[in-house]
């Protein structure tokens, strides 16, 4: 079983930046064949796959934050972080961690098996 605990949402202007991290327990630390991704859901829309990172550093964006937004980890992948930059009031959002087992950097929410309980970040104009 893997826990995972979301922290550093808040409220920033339009241009401001916060930095977003993830502490994982469990068995993330004995197993390397591990990526973990931040999602985001805005009232009313879709689940949001924002930015993955697997265990030998290759990442993953969705368009809307190339740029923008910079996903790392500390090694043993013990520790997710999302560094938002330039934010924009449409980054609003509830945003989540996540982990699933396996390399690949794919973003659908559906193919990840442990999940945050969400932070939430608040972009005014």
């Known amino acids: 079983q893997v826990h995972l605990v979301e922290s550093g949402g808040g409220s920033a202007q339009a241009g401001g930046s916060l930095r977003l991290s993830c502490v994982a327990s469990g068995d993330m630390y004995t197993n390397e064949d591990v990526t973990m991704a931040w999602f985001r859901q805005a009232p009313g829309k879709e689940r949001e796959g924002v930015a993955s990172i697997n265990s030998v550093n290759r990442t993953s964006y969705a368009d809307s934050v190339k740029g923008r937004f910079t996903i790392s980890h500390e090694k043993p992948m013990s520790t997710l972080y999302l560094q938002m930059n330039s934010l924009q009031p449409e980054d609003t959002a509830m945003y989540y961690c996540?982990?699933?087992?396996?390399?690949?950097?794919?973003?659908?929410?559906?193919?990840?098996?442990?999940w945050g309980q969400g932070t939430q970040v608040t972009v005014s104009s």
């Open positions: 996540a982990a699933k087992w396996g390399y690949a950097l794919d973003r659908n929410p559906k193919i990840y098996d442990y």
